[in-house]
């Protein structure tokens, strides 16, 4: 074999290793970006989406139900008790709106946990489940004591939802997320018509 040979077979080996290298590199980023997008569809298909549904429907299920019962001041007013009808208002609106409202919230951040943009469990997530766990034993005693108990210790959980920084954080992360969402099929589009040109 002469040098012109040898050099047009070496030449040919080192475009097509080339080539491979550069196939094998373009497979490996659209394989992470596939990855990433996928993920960020779970993000907001099981936690975040249900969870900003959740939490605008119990923030105004609860401001519908204080613009009927008690509007303005604080519910449990010692120095005015809320009247008969209105602590059985509030159980009512408990048990059937606020609480599986709030169970379902639980529900998703645990089993979902996996999908936290964070490597930590937020404090509004964790302080949204306390106060879960804590109203608990409070609707069993209802069922145990009857409604007579007008008092703020008889009614409510001894940790207070978080309902503001629930809804900023859910929201700003959902926003955060459809927009990482949104770059990555616009750079999936691009790409397609990049291949078809």
């Not at 409510?156 to 927009?179: A, C, G, H, W």
């Amino acid at each position: 074999m002469d040098w012109n040979t040898g050099l047009t077979v070496a030449v040919s080996i080192l475009l097509a290793l080339g080539g491979y290298l550069a196939t094998y590199a373009n497979n490996l980023r659209l394989d992470r970006r596939r990855a990433r997008l996928a993920r960020l569809d779970r993000q907001l298909a099981e936690l975040y989406g249900p969870l900003l549904a959740l939490v605008s429907t119990g923030n105004s299920a609860w401001a519908a139900f204080r613009s009927r019962h008690r509007p303005g001041g604080w519910y449990w007013s010692e120095t005015d008790p809320p009247s008969a009808e209105d602590v059985a208002a509030w159980r009512l609106w408990m048990r059937i709106v606020f609480m599986p409202t709030n169970e379902r919230i639980v529900e998703v951040v645990t089993q979902h946990a996996d999908l936290l943009i964070e490597s930590e469990m937020p404090q509004c997530l964790l302080d949204a489940c306390a106060h879960v766990a804590a109203y608990r034993p409070v609707i069993e005693q209802w069922d145990r004591e009857g409604a007579d108990d007008n008092t703020a210790a008889a009614n409510t959980s001894t940790i207070n939802f978080p309902s503001d920084e629930l809804m900023q954080y859910v929201s700003s992360s959902f926003v955060r997320l459809k927009e990482a969402q949104s770059a990555l099929l616009g750079d999936a589009a691009h790409g397609l018509e990049e291949r078809r040109g």
